[in-house]
């Protein structure tokens, strides 16, 4: 059992810790994202990108062959903790973790060589396209079709929810290919251009401001050559793409909040001391930093087991995924009764408290759900890593029919 | 990083288990609660043969000199089991204290003889008006005085839900030498034979264990000057060192006994039947079942970092992190559980939950509760370095004359166009 770092763990988090510290703007407030997606912004990460690429970060976890340092889990951790530290993030963010590990694992020679150079560079920007009005928790009811047309497929159907600003190079979009029982069984993956012809955006602003998309394809076409993988072995792939999101290291980041929230509690006066001496402060306080190291020990478990995955076999539930979701609301509602009446300031006021964070732990509400909500994980914990039972899937639409005749 | 046993420790842990699983099954755990000393002769000299009183001691003395993973390996099994003994007052809370502070023949006298198992010690600390005041752990609770006479100390006072007292060949019991300067500083350990006129022990009646700890009333004890263990007045840096060690087992226990429960509730849902169906399949009851595991993947995660960290320096934070975490979250899971047994697991003679769950009142409170850990947690964070600042080109985020993203003119927008 050991909880320090390797020699060379910490020289890598050093490097990485030096080129934030120069890089990022002296501006920037990592606790107030929202900002970061605003096409300036996205230029910004973009340069950052190509600065890491420099040092071979961007890619570390990649095989060598295409680029990569073949870095392990461990390893990899220890960057992307450095960058959670630092709220930092390489540009083309979604490519990266969506669409580089597709083609990596599955995708033909051409597609790797097409796809995987750019990408390295930060240069593609691509969304996740999986969310409809009626695929949400339960994604294999993807509904957009894309039928097979002479050399081209022709996509018709409608996105929702979907995050990352605005103009996306590419839609990684999860399409209906075949009507087959199971549903999960007749999806496939397809890359579309962002400006392909038929393809419209309606933005959805979410109550903490950051930016999602409505996106609608009228009978776009695409040439077969983009999809990824296997024809209806979509749903598969983006499960492994799920697989590589997983990476931890959200961790430190957790450890930036307390510092940072503590140099306010010093700074900020009550009843003519330290706020931090404040009995209900000092109490959320301790209670949020208690939950910001585990999850930091989540993050590194998930890390920890991926290196060992020869030795453990496959890790069956992830508690860790649910445990700042947990948590995000306790620990807003503990500030709730610090700030009290202040919570409902937004930044701009000029009576603002802690930069209008109070409320905003409220607003963000949105991110609990982005990715799956709690709720599935934790059917997928009961399930999966439990063995509990539950109804057999053939029999939902049964019982649906049986629910209207009641 | 690395949240993997060693070899050794695993083997430890599988021999732990085997033989608690063997000679301390749940009929002799109930048996030794309704025995008036609260354990028992043989399983303690059984575990003195198996070198368990000896894993922390170091090897001039007959132990092993293993760390705190390794005890926290055998406290886990120990939770898992809910093992009654004295191995905590006698091993961490005494043994280690006179290890710490104490002189070499006070080391050489006492320390074989706690491996070897023949003797039992108690650490007398809390007191009745500390502990209802919030003070038990910390220096200022102490109040009892030992005041010198001639080559004797006098000792009078009362000391409160003192653990193991009863049995005990010894007291180490913290005393306030001094006045004045800050409390922590007028604090005096004293190895007080348990068999002293003028001592007395009142069993307490707890919801656990009723017979284990113990009101200890000193009427003028006398204890001679040369069982002073440590330096006169510096006696409660020592001892909060063992009580944090302590702390962290008792995480470690409520780990192990976490464990346990976790794996017979989720059973328990897969195979009890009611309308036709196992009571699992319910997403109420696999809410309960995923609390419960959910925690206690962080008590587990939270005590092996802690155990790591006792002999790390400056990670006093984590350390008190594990049981202000443990001590709140064992009780949930024990609550979750019972939701899910409804009405078997409140049945006290037919399972095991009753047992459980009294034992968690216990180490929730004993050695600090989660009030208590959480204000050493926020006098640590006082001391957190404010964060390092970024040196890069600004972009001008925050000049008020940019535009911003405008939320409401997407809003607007939007309303517009449908
Ligand atoms: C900020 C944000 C960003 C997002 N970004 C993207 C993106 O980039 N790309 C993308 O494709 N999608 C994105 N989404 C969509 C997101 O993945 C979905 O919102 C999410 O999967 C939940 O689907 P839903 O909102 O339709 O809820 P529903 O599926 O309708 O669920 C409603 C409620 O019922 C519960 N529920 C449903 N089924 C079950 C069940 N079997 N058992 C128990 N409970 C159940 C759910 O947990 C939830 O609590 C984003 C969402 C948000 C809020
Ligand atoms: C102190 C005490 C006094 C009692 N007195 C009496 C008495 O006088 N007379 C008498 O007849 N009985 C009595 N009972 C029995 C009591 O009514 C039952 O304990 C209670 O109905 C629950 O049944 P159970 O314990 O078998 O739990 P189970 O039915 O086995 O339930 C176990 C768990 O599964 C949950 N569960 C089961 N089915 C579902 C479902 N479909 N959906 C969601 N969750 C589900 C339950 O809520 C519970 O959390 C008493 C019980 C106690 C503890």
């Known amino acids: ?66 680029g990569g340092m073949g870095f392990s889990a461990m390893e990899q951790a220890a960057i992307s903790s450095e960058m959670s530290y630092w709220g930092a993030r390489w540009g083309g963010i979604m490519a990266m973790t969506l669409v580089a590990p597709t083609v990596l694992t599955s995708g033909t020679e051409e597609q790797r060589e097409k796809w995987i150079p750019p990408i390295a560079r930060g240069e593609i920007t691509a969304f996740e396209c999986f969310t409809e009005p009626d695929a949400g928790s339960d994604e294999a009811n993807v509904q957009l079709r894309a039928v097979p047309d002479g050399d081209e497929y022709v996509l018709n159907g409608q996105k929702t929810f979907i995050s990352g600003g605005t103009k ?19 999806l496939s993956i397809f890359m579309v251009p ?28 695409v040439p077969k050559e983009n999809l990824l993988g296997e024809l209806n072995r979509g749903f598969y792939l983006a499960m492994t793409t799920f697989e590589f999101e997983r990476a931890a290291g959200g961790g430190l980041g957790a450890r930036r909040s307390m510092e940072k929230i503590m140099e306010y509690a010093r700074q900020e006066k009550r009843n003519g001391k330290p706020l931090y001496q404040d009995s209900k402060a000092r109490d959320m306080l301790a209670r949020m930093a208690i939950h910001k190291h585990l999850e930091f020990l989540f993050g590194w478990y998930t890390a920890w087991h991926r290196s060992q995955r020869e030795r453990l076999g496959p890790q069956h539930y992830n508690s860790g995924t649910l445990w700042h979701r947990l948590w995000q609301t306790f620990d807003g509602e503990k500030m709730g009764q610090v700030f009290g009446m202040y919570t409902q300031l937004r930044q701009k006021s000029k009576y603002a408290r802690y930069n209008g964070r109070p409320g905003r732990t409220w607003e963000y509400m949105h991110a609990i759900h982005a990715a799956g909500s709690p709720e599935i994980r934790r059917v997928v914990i009961a399930d999966r890593g439990l063995g509990l039972p539950r109804i057999p899937r053939q ?11 009641v | ?45 059984q575990i003195a043969e198996l070198g368990w009183l000896g894993i922390s001691i170091p090897e001039e003395y007959g132990g092993t000199g293993g760390d705190a993973v390794d005890l926290m390996v055998i406290h886990e099994e120990m939770g898992r089991a809910l093992f009654p003994s004295p191995h905590l007052s006698t091993v961490v809370l005494c043994g280690h204290t006179i290890l710490e502070a104490g002189s070499d023949e006070q080391k050489k006298e006492l320390l074989p003889k706690i491996v070897n198992g023949e003797l039992i010690l108690a650490m007398a600390l809390t007191e009745p008006e500390s502990s209802w005041d919030g003070k038990a752990w910390d220096p200022e609770g102490v109040t009892v005085r030992a005041v010198p006479d001639g080559d004797d100390y006098i000792i009078d006072g009362i000391k409160l839900f003192v653990h193991d007292a009863h049995i005990a060949d010894y007291l180490l019991c913290a005393a306030r030498t001094r006045d004045d300067g800050p409390s922590e500083e007028g604090i005096t350990l004293f190895l007080v034979d348990a068999k002293s006129p003028g001592i007395s022990y009142e069993l307490l009646d707890t919801l656990a264990n009723r017979n284990k700890q113990c009101e200890v009333v000193f009427d003028k004890v006398k204890v001679p000057k040369q069982n002073i263990v440590g330096e006169l007045n510096d006696g409660w840096a020592p001892l909060f060192k063992s009580v944090k060690t302590g702390a962290v087992l008792l995480c470690a226990q409520m780990v192990g006994a976490g464990q346990r429960i976790e794996e017979l509730t989720v059973d328990y849902a897969k195979t009890r039947i009611q309308f036709d169906m196992p009571i699992g399949i319910n997403q109420h009851v696999q809410e309960h079942c995923v609390q419960l595991v959910i925690r206690q993947d962080a008590c587990r995660y ?35 559980a019972h939701q899910v047994f409804a009405g078997v697991g409140t049945m006290a003679v037919l399972h095991i939950m009753p047992l459980y769950t009294r034992r968690g009142i216990v180490m929730e409170n004993y050695l600090g509760d989660t009030p208590f850990w959480l204000e050493k947690v926020a006098l640590e964070l006082e001391k957190l370095p404010p964060h390092m600042k970024t040196k890069g080109k600004p972009l001008g985020l925050w000049d008020p004359q940019r535009k911003q993203v405008p939320v409401w003119e997407i809003w607007r927008e939007y309303a517009e166009s449908l």
């Open chain 1, 168 to 186: 996306p190079d590419w839609l990684y979009t999860l399409c209906k290919t075949a009507d087959v029982t199971p549903k999960h069984r007749g």
């Open chain 2, 302 to 336: 939270a005590t092996q970092y802690a155990a790591w960290a006792l002999g790390q320096p400056g990670q006093d934070m984590e350390v008190a992190m594990a049981k202000a975490w443990c001590s709140e979250a064992f009780e949930h899971i024990c609550w979750r």
């Open chain 1, 1 to 66: 059992m050991e909880f320090g770092f390797s020699e060379e763990q910490q020289k890598l988090m050093a490097e990485m810790r030096d080129f934030c510290i120069n890089e990022l703007p002296e501006d920037y407030d990592p606790e107030y994202t929202g900002r970061f997606q605003e096409a300036e912004t996205q230029e910004f990460w973009k340069q950052f990108h190509q600065k890491g690429v420099q040092k071979g970060w961007p890619t570390a976890g990649w095989p060598k062959k295409y």
């Open chain 1, 395 to 405: 029999f939902n639409v049964q019982i649906n029919e049986a629910l209207k005749q």
């Open chain 2, 1 to 45: 990083m690395d949240f993997a046993l060693s070899e050794d420790q695993e083997m430890l842990k599988t021999m732990a288990r085997d033989f608690l699983e063997k000679e301390c099954p749940e009929a002799v755990v109930r048996q030794i609660e309704t025995d008036e000393r609260g354990y028992s002769p043989e399983l303690w000299r």
């Open chain 1, 194 to 221: 962002g400006d392909a012809p038929g393809v419209s955006y309606r933005p959805l602003p979410t109550m903490g401001g950051s930016q999602q998309n409505e996106i609608f394809y009228d009978n776009v076409r």
